[in-house]
């Protein structure tokens, strides 16, 4: 008979089920249930990220078909009062199964949209990130700043797609296009957009915080924390402040 551990090691490695496990529901000892009930949630939870991963597919599929060039579009850093707004273009193969889990950025870990990120760029059949700085974003507004931002991403990819997936906004542009709302939770294409952009955004503003240690870009990316605006009253703000932003623009004036 095998022991707890060695069950319990070996449930770990198991990615499926085995000719082995037949009579681990009928093993009485306790640590093996334990161990046993783990695996089935693991494996519950595996299948569930595959379903999830196969709707976002067949989403994107259903917007040109198996040998259609998809691009999917978000964006990171509209609400911050430093900082740029960071839009990224993603075009990702059909076969894409290295991907599953995932998700929304905002639905994932630190290190989960790290180790995406890398996955992404390893697979994608093309994929562009645009950094709108804040200068732009106080001559145009932050609206139309990020329009022009995802524009550009999309035009810089080295492939041009056949159809373009944006997360709740319409680009000016002849490429056929469809405005999604809540896109990175429907499609696999603008899910990875969101993490390319979130991720080189979050990069950004932790070499910022270097240049700038007294303001916590590094803890907060330049939202409007409390640490954030004790240190704007402090020090005032940078050139990477935006200055058409409340309460950056009163400190102007």
Known sequence: ??????????????????????????????????????????????????????????????????????AGVDEAGRGPLAGPVVTAAVILPTNSEALVGLNDSKQLSKDKR????????????????????????????????????????????????????????????????DSIIKGDAKSLAIAAASILAKTARDDYMEQLDKDFPMYGFAQHAGY????????LEEYGPTIHHRKSFEPVKSMFE
């Open 114 to 177: 790290n180790a995406f990120a890398a996955l992404i760029k390893e697979h994608a059949i093309s994929y562009f990130i645009h950094f709108q700085p804040a200068q732009q974003i106080d001559e145009l507004n932050i609206y139309e700043a990020t329009k022009q931002s995802m524009k550009a991403s999309v035009e810089s990819l080295s492939r041009k797609p056949d159809y373009v997936l944006v997360d709740a906004m319409t680009l000016p542009m002849a490429i056929p296009q």
């Open 1 to 70: 008979m095998r022991s707890i551990k060695e069950i319990t090691v070996a449930l770990k490695d198991a990615e499926e089920w085995q000719e082995w496990m037949s009579g681990i529901a009928e093993d009485e000892r306790v640590g093996v249930q334990k161990a046993w009930v783990s695996w089935q949630k693991k494996q519950e939870k595996r299948r569930q990220l595959l379903q999830e991963h196969q709707a976002k597919v067949a989403f994107d599929l259903s917007y040109g078909g198996i040998d259609a060039l998809i």
């Open 224 to 231: 409007g924390t409390k640490q954030h605006l004790k240190a």
